[in-house]
């Protein structure tokens, strides 16, 4: 599992923690939306299901993410990633 790694981070006490949380945001976005694609082949089912794997992780996990994103900064484009991470993360 991938996500108790990248919430072990110490986030509001780490140096820069909340500097960095922008790009988590941006992670979470590009990979959870990353299984919009046809899946006509075995491979290609393969990789989406892993997406979905993914996405089942990250819900999973959904109260302690949210709960970090107080610290990101009221900028236009971490809050289109953060709305695009809610519908696809929902």
Same mark, same amino acid.
């Given at each position: ?5 990248l919430l072990a981070f110490p986030w509001r006490t780490g140096l820069m923690g909340d500097k960095r949380l922008p790009e988590l945001v941006r992670f979470l976005r ?13 491979? &290609?089912? $393969? @990789? ?6 993914? %996405?089942?992780?990250? #819900?999973?996990? *959904?109260?302690? &993410?949210? $709960? @970090? ?6 900028? %236009?484009?971490?809050? #289109?990633?953060? *709305? ?7």
């Amino acid at each position: 599992q991938l996500m108790p790694c990248l919430l072990a981070f110490p986030w509001r006490t780490g140096l820069m923690g909340d500097k960095r949380l922008p790009e988590l945001v941006r992670f979470l976005r590009e990979t959870l939306d990353s299984g919009s694609f046809p899946r006509w082949s075995p491979f &290609l089912q $393969s @990789l989406g299901e892993e997406v979905d794997e993914w %996405r089942r992780e990250v #819900r999973l996990f *959904a109260t302690e &993410l949210w $709960s @970090l994103m107080d610290l990101a900064p009221p900028k %236009r484009s971490i809050l #289109r990633d953060l *709305a695009v991470l809610a519908r696809v993360a929902a």
